[in-house]
């Protein structure tokens, strides 16, 4: 991957390329991307696959899921409810999904954004064997999907020593054979390979295999020890090279600030999102002045001046409200009085009372949907009317200059803020906001609307509690 400061552009693959390059479903990660990227798609990816894994962590944390197909399938119903829908395709994927477009385009996803956060999590020895055990899980996790034909192609491009044994020699050592493999029921219908011995120590350890001169006779449903061994050396080799590679970016700061910022980042919006505190509705108007971010500033003052908002303006800001402690009672009454001016109670219960019980996980499915990360907003498409997305992108230089001048923004940092929107730098010009709505500086980078609330507000407490000492 050429990680070289770039301006914006579009990387252009072609699909029999594409095609050529992801055969198969499942990698280990032994050759790092090439092409050029987008600082945009850059960001994007490492911020999906970071709260994939953060989504992993939290799901095998559960103590009422008992087996690996239940976390499986927890896991699946989280990466759909909170818009990864890529990553739930991956996490099903049997191995032997037809060549097309799509799944070559999930699987290049996967390749890139894994090496990404390689370069997040290199540098720290916690924080690598965070990573290191959470990319082992969604790994193990994946193989456990692989039917037959997926798990063959796994062994043919990774010559990993697994050689199938012949019907003669099943026969041979059909008795050895049954005796040190407790769960299978029939040997003659189960595939056997004989593999070193070495990399499969924990089969070893606790004598579940036959061995016979130094190899190893493991069922075909014990191969995933073979490749979550091999898989774990080679991204522990990969972290150390990391390290190396990490230091041809180290003079782009729009990238550094990205790649440390990552980690702290998104666990400060996880607390954020599932704060217990209430927030009165009756305070959202000063709060929208002194807490929120442009994005949600903008949606609120667009609701107080049209007393309405389209779809995705209303879900990017709902959300975002029960993020920071809005219940569901107050919700329902602020946006049944937000737009009272053109549709009364009757109609308000009708046309929009559902979908605000549905995002709260009243209705339908009973989904707990989360907040809108910066990644999902940036990524928005915003059509005439609408006032949704990140400002910092999807105003033009003029709208955007009015917008913040009408937040107190002076001309002496607006260029700064102007210039970074126009560079793509959308986290920076959101934080360089921050700082100057604030006198100060996050502590953090902020790659979260509600984890620019909380900051505010722990910042906006901190002085009020000083000035009363």
């Known amino acids: 991957?050429?990680?070289?400061?770039?301006?914006?552009?579009?990387?252009?693959?072609?699909?029999?390329?594409?095609?050529?390059?992801?055969?198969?479903?499942?990698?280990?990660?032994?050759?790092?991307?090439?092409?050029?990227?987008?600082?945009?798609?850059?960001?994007?990816?490492?911020?999906?696959?970071?709260?994939?894994?953060?989504?992993?962590?939290?799901?095998?944390?559960?103590?009422?899921?008992?087996?690996?197909?239940?976390?499986?399938?927890?896991?699946?119903?989280?990466?759909?409810?909170?818009?990864?829908?890529?990553?739930?395709?991956?996490?099903?994927?049997n191995g032997s999904n037809p060549q097309s477009e799509e799944h070559s385009q999930i699987r290049r996803k996967d390749h890139i954004s894994h090496f990404i956060l390689r370069l997040v999590y290199c540098h720290d020895v916690e924080l690598t064997k965070w990573f290191t055990k959470q990319e082992v899980e969604f790994f193990k996790f994946r193989f456990s999907s692989l039917d037959k034909k997926g798990v063959e192609h796994m062994l043919n491009i990774n010559n990993l020593d697994c050689i199938p044994i012949s019907p003669d020699e099943k026969s041979e050592l059909k008795n050895e054979l049954s005796l040190s493999s407790g769960k299978v029921t029939n040997i003659d219908i189960t595939d056997i390979y004989k593999v070193p011995f070495e990399k499969v120590i924990d089969l070893v350890r606790g004598r579940k295999v036959y061995l016979k001169g130094g190899m190893a006779y493991i069922t075909h449903m014990d191969?995933?020890?073979?490749?979550?061994?091999?898989?774990?050396?080679?991204?522990?080799?990969?972290?150390?090279?990391?390290?190396?590679?990490?230091?041809?970016?180290?003079?782009?700061e729009r990238l550094t600030k990205y790649l440390t910022g990552l980690p702290s980042a998104f666990s400060g919006m996880a607390r954020v999102v599932w704060s217990t505190t209430a927030t009165p509705i009756d305070k959202l108007n000063d709060l929208s002045k002194t807490s929120y971010p442009l994005c949600m500033r903008t949606l609120h003052e667009a609701l107080q001046t049209n007393s309405h908002l389209r779809n995705s303006g209303r879900m990017q800001y709902g959300l975002f409200l029960k993020g920071i402690g809005?219940?569901?009672?107050?919700?329902?009454?602020?946006?049944?009085?937000?737009?009272?001016?053109?549709?009364?109670?009757?109609?308000?219960?009708?046309?929009?009372?559902?979908?605000?019980?549905?995002?709260?996980?009243?209705?339908?499915?009973?989904?707990?949907?989360?907040?809108?990360?910066?990644?999902?907003?940036?990524?928005?498409?915003?059509?005439?009317?609408?006032?949704?997305?990140?400002?910092?992108?999807?105003?033009?230089?003029?709208?955007?200059?009015?917008?913040?001048?009408?937040?107190?923004?002076?001309?002496?940092?607006?260029?700064?803020?102007?210039?970074?929107?126009?560079?793509?730098?959308?986290?920076?010009?959101?934080?360089?906001?921050?700082?100057?709505?604030?006198?100060?500086?996050?502590?953090?980078?902020?790659?979260?609307?509600?984890?620019?609330?909380?900051?505010?507000?722990?910042?906006?407490?901190?002085?009020?509690?000083?000035?009363?000492?």
């Open 1 to 93: 991957m050429d990680y070289q400061a770039r301006r914006r552009y579009t990387a252009v693959v072609d699909v029999k390329d594409l095609n050529s390059e992801y055969p198969y479903d499942m990698q280990i990660y032994n050759i790092p991307p090439t092409g050029e990227l987008s600082l945009e798609e850059f960001q994007e990816l490492g911020f999906d696959r970071l709260k994939m894994l953060r989504l992993m962590e939290t799901t095998s944390c559960r103590g009422d899921l008992k087996t690996l197909e239940d976390r499986k399938k927890a896991l699946c119903e989280s990466l759909k409810s909170d818009g990864l829908i890529y990553y739930a395709n991956l996490l099903l994927a």
């Open 223 to 252: 191969l995933s020890f073979v490749f979550i061994s091999y898989f774990k050396e080679n991204l522990i080799a990969g972290l150390e090279r990391a390290k190396i590679l990490y230091g041809n970016i180290s003079d782009d």
């Open 326 to 469: 809005v219940t569901l009672e107050d919700a329902l009454r602020f946006w049944r009085d937000a737009f009272l001016k053109k549709t009364d109670g009757a109609e308000f219960d009708k046309k929009y009372a559902y979908s605000i019980r549905h995002y709260f996980g009243k209705e339908g499915k009973q989904t707990n949907y989360t907040p809108f990360g910066c990644q999902k907003i940036i990524s928005s498409s915003v059509g005439p009317g609408e006032y949704h997305g990140c400002p910092f992108r999807h105003m033009d230089r003029d709208s955007l200059a009015q917008k913040l001048t009408s937040c107190g923004v002076f001309a002496s940092n607006m260029t700064e803020i102007l210039d970074l929107a126009k560079d793509a730098q959308y986290h920076i010009a959101c934080a360089k906001y921050f700082e100057v709505m604030h006198n100060k500086p996050a502590s953090k980078p902020l790659l979260h609307p509600n984890a620019y609330f909380a900051e505010s507000r722990l910042l906006l407490t901190d002085n009020d509690d000083n000035k009363g000492e």
